[in-house]
């Protein structure tokens, strides 16, 4: 018979992936705070199921980023992503619809901020190249 113990492997997380993790975090709190707004009634704006599920997935990307920077994990850097990336496709129709053009302009600041999260997330740590002669 034989044990086996587990052990758990931490991962160093780079600077630019913490940045990436903090505005990642950033933008799930934002999530998360207008799943408590509603759009009153006369007012063109997203629906409120629209806004319940953002926050649903700003709490799942909070609890992941939180998760990515205390271990390193990739798979919580992935699902961190996968909710920014989910959330920012519910702004899209925003850019078709009738909708005030300030809303328009924050739907695109959020878009352009989901990229720039994601990117700094996975992107690794910058090592110099070996020269071989």
Known sequence: MSTMTATS????????QR???????????VNIASGFESTPEGEVGP??????GGAVLGVVGLVAVVVAWRSGNRGALRVAAGALVITALSTMPAF???VPPVLKVFAAGF???????????FSSAQRPAPITD
């Open 19 to 29: 940045a990436g993790l903090v505005l990642g975090g950033l933008l799930s709190v």
């Open 111 to 121: 878009v352009l901020l989901t990229v720039a999260a994601v990117v700094l997330m």
């Open 47 to 52: 629906p409120d199921v629209v806004l319940w």
């Open 96 to 98: 078709f619809v009738d």
């Open 9 to 16: 492997v931490t991962r160093t997380v780079s600077g630019r």
